[in-house]
């Protein structure tokens, strides 16, 4: 059963700091990619960044310079340090995993509010 187990969202002023983690199981296929995608209230899901093995790791343009994507392969795990928040990262952050046969899967998603 595949499971991805979110962690780390909360409450954090303006210009703070949270870090995300995604914990993948069960994958049966191996991982091809790590990816995080948030969804703001009343729009659309779109991709933050995202770590593809052995490709260069890629982010949205507005958190270029702040949020770091990093993968612990070792243990199946994805991470999303994000820093220098502010209002409009308020999001729903969702863990996408793509195995090597293009399946995805997804976490329930954990809330990360920026405000003051």
């Known amino acids: 059963q595949v499971q991805l187990v979110e962690s780390g969202g909360g409450l954090v002023q303006p210009g703070g700091s949270l870090k995300l983690s995604c914990a993948a199981s069960?994958?049966?296929?191996?991982?091809?990619?790590m990816n995080w995608y948030r969804q703001a209230p009343g729009k659309q899901r779109e991709l933050v960044a995202a770590?593809?093995?052995?490709?260069?790791?890629n982010y949205a343009d507005s958190v270029k310079g702040r949020f770091t994507i990093s993968r612990d392969n070792g243990k199946n795990t994805c991470y999303l340090q994000m820093n220098s928040l502010k209002p409009e990262d308020t999001a729903v952050y969702y863990c996408?995993?793509?195995?090597?046969?293009?399946?995805?899967?997804w976490g329930k998603g954990t809330l990360a509010t920026v405000s003051s």
């Open positions: 996408n995993v793509v195995d090597w046969n293009a399946k995805q899967y």
């Open positions: 069960g994958i049966s296929n191996g991982i091809y990619s």
């Open positions: 770590s593809p093995s052995g490709g260069r790791v």
